[in-house]
């Protein structure tokens, strides 16, 4: 059985920073994908970051000003979000399966990022 937690959520003014954490407890079969979503209210979930053994992958939106990392002996993902606006509120959701699924199988419960003056 796989779990996935997410940790690290909060508010923050406009251009400051968070961290997110995740930590994946089980084993996942094959080459574990792990990467972050969002969701803001009345909008789709989007893919934030990605992270893989082939590379790292981000929205536009987040180019330069979000970092994904991974510590593979803790099985842990961390999202660093800096310079943070308010169009970043949302949801976030830690996801992580198989390398061959184009979405991982296994979700967080998500935690809540608010980005307000």
């Known amino acids: 059985q796989v779990q996935v937690a997410e940790s690290g959520g909060g508010l923050v003014q406009p251009g400051g920073s968070l961290r997110l954490s995740c930590a994946v407890c089980?084993?996942?079969?094959?080459?574990?994908?792990m990467g972050w979503y969002r969701q803001a209210p009345g909008k789709q979930r989007e893919l934030v970051a990605r992270i893989t053994i082939g590379g790292i992958n981000y929205v536009e939106s987040v180019k330069g000003r979000f970092t994904i990392s991974r510590d593979n002996a803790k099985n842990t993902v961390y999202l660093q979000m800096n310079s943070l606006k308010p169009e970043d509120t949302a949801v976030y959701y830690c996801n992580a399966g198989r390398l061959s699924e184009p979405v991982g199988a296994y979700w967080g419960q998500g935690t809540q990022v608010t980005v307000s003056p």
């Open positions: 089980g084993r996942i079969a094959g080459t574990a994908a």
